[in-house]
Every structure is written in C-alpha cells, then in structure tokens.
C-alpha cells in the first residue's frame, strides 16, 4: 500500500483533531485505561486488595470467559441449617420431640396392654412429659451449641485475623514460615496462602517485571508478533483492535520506558491444567500520542513519564517455567 504525501494544510488539520481527541488518548498505553481479559473461574470476581492497590479494583468489561447466568445463585438448594421451618409448630423442632414423645408413649401403651394412651390418662402426666420433652430439647440445643462454638473457634485459631496480609515491599512470609525476598523492584510476598493456592517465586515476580516492560514497548513499537509472545491470543486481539483504531485515527502511541515502581501479589491459583497469578503493580512510563503521518505531537507528556497502577493477570500450564507466563487480564486500580 502507498501512502500519498500529505500537504502542509492537511496535516495541521489532522493534528487540530487529534488534540481534540487528547482527552480519550490521554489514558493510552496498552490497555487503554480499561479493563479486561480473563481470569479464569475468577474472571468476574474482584482480586484481594493489597497495598499497592488498597481499593477494589474495576470489575472486568470485556472477556471471552462467559459469565454465569443472573439467578443462577438463587438456584442453588439451601443448606439444611438455612432452610426455613415448614409445618408450622409440628414443622419444628421442638413440635416435632413433642410428637415423637406422644407416639412413643402410645405405642408403649399398646405393647403393655393398657391401651394406646393410657399413659397420659391425666393430665399432670401429659404436662410431666411435655417438661421432660422440654428439658432433652434445651439439653440436645446447648451441646450442639456448644460443640458448633467450639468448631468455630478451632478455625478462626487457625486462620490469621484479618486474612491473609501483603508485604508490598519485599518482606518474609508472615505466620513463621519464609519465601524470601520477593525478586524484582518492589515486588513482595504473600502470606502462607491456603493448600489450594499456587505458590509464586521470586523468579516468577522477575518475570512479571520483564513482561510489563516488553508489552509496553512492544505496544510502543506496533509489533504485534512480540506481543504475541508475551500475552494471551485473547489479549493480543484486544491489542490489534487498539492499534488499528490508533491507525483509523492517524496516530501513533509511543509508549517507552516502563519502569516497575511497586508490586504485591493479590492471588495465585491452580486450576484445571492452567495455573494463575494476579499482581497489583505501579509503574512508570513514557507514554505520548504522534501523528502517523508527520510525527507531530499530540498528546501526553514528553518530559516525565506518567505512573499507573493496575491489577495484571498472568497464566502460564500447570509446571511450567517462569518464563511461559502470559498476560491474559488487565483491571484498573479503583
């Protein structure tokens, strides 16, 4: 394809427009301030907060990961413990101990011979068994309250008050267990996470570190094949649509220079034979909008980098090196 040479008007013209569109431009870079991507069976689910990013972070707008139908939850069958009494006062139960106490008392009274309720012929016998019937249920309630009270105790021992805590600046494993110093600028460590959990090394945060590098530059430069290496098909196909509504609009992003400020894990999981990690990062980045055609400036700032911080999925197979992650959700920082 030849690009015809664009006259001096025309080109002022094209650059008098895309200063009107600075303000949608001023939030580029890759991602373009937004969110989206996938993270698996927790695509639509908010990561922990951690230091880095103490508030929740935006809530996924765009991901080939289907959501779960509205409604769905209301679906599912109540817990035993939850389900409302149906029956009215025979329903519950202590009218259900009264009853069983009256059958009961019948059929002794037939086996015996003396009739079926012959043994609540008065009625200080049937009040008598009511306040024994009475007396088992308050008994059976304050062992099983007692021994749920214990349960409960037992796990809140053993899990941390609180949850798990976040070092956003390299700090030990907390609870007496260390994972080091987590590699990387700034990059910290979580707490001992539950068995479930993936555990992330501190060669895997370097990689997160190299990764936000080169897909910034890689975005930067407009080469979609580095971008391929290093993120999901699913996040390269939102990138390619960026970069090409930059080419419809005449400009160019010219993101250079990221530079990670701070870092925290928010989550790391298993699931099925992919494993995930999602960081909360701050970081740095040179970050302008040029006319394709003359190079002119547009928008951003060309003295000083501008800092963002946002929530970064990576997902690598199961067992895999550090160096096979691959960016797969961007959310923002709220």
Known sequence: MTIRPVTTKMAAMAVALSLALAPALAEAKAGSGGSFGSRGARTYSSPAPTQTAPSAAAPIQRSMTPQSQPGAQATRPAS????PATGGFFGSTLGRGLMAGLVGAGIFGLLSGSGLFSGLGSMSSIIGLLLQIGLIFLAVKLVMGFIARRREGQMATATP?????????????????????AAGAGYGAAQAAPVNDLAVSPEDFSSFERKLSEIQSAYGEEDLNRLRRNVTPEIASYFAEDLAENARKGVINKVSGAKLLSGDLAESWREGNAEYATVAMQFSVMDTVVDRATGAYVSGDRTAPSETT????????AGATPEDW????????A
Request: hydrophobic share 40%.
């Open 326 to 333: 691959k960016l797969s959700a961007i959310q923002q920082a």
């Open 310 to 317: 946002e929530i970064w999925t990576f997902t690598r197979p």
């Open 80 to 83: 035993p413990a939850a389900a």
């Open 161 to 181: 008050a609180g949850g798990m805590q976040r070092d956003a600046f390299g700090g030990m494993f907390g609870g007496g267990s260390s994972a080091g110093p």
